[in-house]
T-cell receptor, first 111, second 112 residues
Framework: GENVEQHPSTLSVQEGDSAVIKCTYS??????FPWYKQELGKRPQLIID?????GEKKDQRIAVTLNKTAKHFSLHITETQPEDSAVYFC??????????FGPGTRLSVLP | DAEITQSPRHKITETGRQVTLACHQT?????MFWYRQDLGHGLRLIHY???????NKGEVSDGYSVSRSNTEDLPLTLESAASSQTSVYFC???????????FGPGTRLTVT
């Protein structure tokens, strides 16, 4: 089936540093790319998304960049804080499957 | 406020029993989804619906069924529960087919 690859699977950063998580997809028709954050024991929640008609979108300390030619998109978190510690999931639409989620990245922000 | 709820939140059942997990949303969204979440696999799509009377199979649909008789509800049925179906199940809904999904709080199902 269609895969969405996500790297790294775990990421530890010092508080105040930046974190980058990358996802790759294979369906060239995909045009909507969300990122979800899931805190321990909670439900996933959307933190940012991007549509294929733009290359970058920012929301305060969070940004997403999209490279449609290379079929990858990345989540950037700047000035990380302890409350950013969570599992982050990317997702990409796949024909006949609606969305496929990546396997997740566990981010730990160390004080 | 609009919301999406799931019940029960926790369920223990025996192998071979039929189990139904409820999902109810008050967003008036046409699109609803069921996922299972297991360590190392992220969220995997079980079934989804784009509207009343519409249902579609997802990546891991074997052993599961859904029905959509109204906009608000998409119950998930495990026809004959198996230990491999022990998981956390999330329901979600969205306004756009390719748009933000709002997730329910999840149901932790244990099949013994």
């Amino acid at each position: 089936g269609e895969n969405v690859e996500q790297h790294p699977s775990t990421l530890s950063v010092q508080e105040g540093d930046s974190a980058v998580i990358k996802c790759t997809y294979s369906d060239s028709a995909s045009n909507y790319f969300p990122w979800y954050k899931q805190e321990l024991g909670k439900r996933p929640q959307l933190i940012i998304d991007i549509r294929s008609n733009v290359g970058e979108k920012k929301d305060q300390r969070i940004a997403v960049t999209l490279n449609k030619t290379a079929k990858h998109f990345s989540l950037h978190i700047t000035e990380t804080q302890p409350e950013d510690s969570a599992v982050y999931f990317c997702a990409a639409p796949v024909y006949g499957q609606n969305f496929v989620f990546g396997p997740g990245t566990r981010l730990s922000v160390l004080p | 406020d609009a919301e999406i709820t799931q019940s029960p939140r926790h369920k223990i059942t025996e192998t071979g029993r039929q189990v139904t997990l409820a999902c109810h949303q008050t967003w008036n969204h046409n699109n609803m989804f069921w996922y299972r979440q297991d360590l190392g696999h992220g969220l995997r799509l079980i079934h989804y619906s784009y509207g009343v009377q519409d249902t579609n199979k997802g990546e891991v649909s074997d052993g599961y069924s859904v029905s959509r008789s109204n906009t608000e509800d998409l119950p998930l049925t495990l026809e004959s529960a198996a230990s491999s179906q022990t998981s956390v199940y999330f329901c979600a809904s969205s306004d756009l087919a390719q748009g933000q999904q709002y997730f329910g709080p999840g149901t932790r199902l244990t099949v013994t």
